[in-house]
């Protein structure tokens, strides 16, 4: 599946994302900005800091010489990341909340004045060489995926979709041959069949042929199906939950070959 590189599309749903960060979090309390999220050793607080940071280097910033925890990290882009959230740890919630305000603004304004050329300029992203634009995309993502991380520990109703949470579904579709053949090790003639039933329904196909693509349509019925909400996926998929749970509830289901759906099931967690 590929990105179609629609400008305004793509950009109203960082506006929208953003805009529903900062409505989210007014008047959040301090015992609140403080609450553990689901991405392990970050608060509430941490996830709208990390979404500044990742902006900050898109300005061209180099991330704070800071000291910071390093035991849980996996890579050198949870290691930048981990800079920026801990140069904003001596703030308070409300602080981020206003520097966040700034950022975006900024960011919004200056994504409106680059020409097309610019946008469209190929360059490093977390996904490889692609287009600016593309990693704009990217960035939808990954702040809808944020901000779903704080709600759930504030015992809040998840998002009730939109275009942010559609464009979220159709970037981890992008990853779904990855996440189906490599990750969960789906054997060759497999046709895996993912029914995502809202609030962003959506029906994602893996056939694998030498190696996993993402089809869609298959010349026979699927090898095995699962079934789940459009959040649980991307929870999963981006290793927010434990599936076993999911699957014991019922809320994730597996048809066709059940041992095969479980271990697909299992295995979805592929972001950094």
Same mark, same amino acid.
């Given at each position: 599946m590929n990105i179609e590189l629609d400008r305004a599309r793509i950009i109203d749903g960082l506006e929208q994302i953003w805009a529903e960060w900062t409505d989210w979090a007014t008047g959040l309390s301090d015992e609140d900005w403080a609450t553990p999220s689901r991405c392990p050793g970050w608060t509430v607080q941490d996830n709208l800091a990390h979404i500044i940071g990742t902006e900050r280097?898109?300005?061209?910033?180099?991330?704070?010489? &800071?000291?910071?925890p390093t035991e849980h990290l996996k890579n050198p882009i949870a290691e930048g990341n981990e800079r920026w959230v801990e140069s904003m740890r001596s703030m308070?919630?409300?602080? #981020?909340?206003?520097?966040?305000? &700034? #950022?975006?603004?900024e960011r919004l304004g200056q994504l409106a004045a680059m020409s097309d050329e610019e946008i469209l300029k190929v360059g490093w992203s977390p996904i490889g060489e692609v287009p600016y634009l593309r990693f704009i995309h990217v960035r939808v993502y990954d702040s809808w995926l944020h901000?779903?991380?704080?709600?759930?520990?504030?015992?809040?109703?998840?998002?009730?979709?939109?275009?942010?949470?559609?464009?979220?579904v159709d970037e981890v579709a992008t990853a779904a041959g990855y996440i189906i053949g490599k990750k969960g090790g789906a054997p060759d003639g497999s046709r895996v069949e993912v029914n995502l039933t809202g609030p962003v329904e959506a029906m994602v196909r893996v056939a694998v042929d030498g190696r996993a693509s993402v089809v869609?349509?298959?010349?026979?019925?699927?090898?095995?199906?699962l079934s789940m909400s459009s959040h649980d996926w991307l929870a999963l998929t981006g290793g927010r939950k434990d599936p #076993?749970?999911?699957?014991?509830?019922?809320? &994730?289901?597996?048809?066709?070959?059940?041992?095969?759906?479980?271990?697909l099931a299992e295995r979805l967690a592929f972001t950094i």
């Open positions: 280097m898109l300005q061209g910033n180099a991330a704070p010489e &800071v000291e910071f308070s919630g409300s602080e #981020v909340l206003d520097l966040f305000g &700034v #950022v975006s603004a901000l779903e991380d704080c709600r759930e520990p504030l015992g809040q109703e998840t998002s009730t979709g939109g275009l942010p949470a559609q464009m979220s869609e349509s298959f010349d026979d019925g699927p090898t095995c199906t #076993v749970p999911l699957i014991n509830e019922g809320k &994730v289901t597996l048809g066709g070959d059940e041992e095969l759906a479980r271990q």
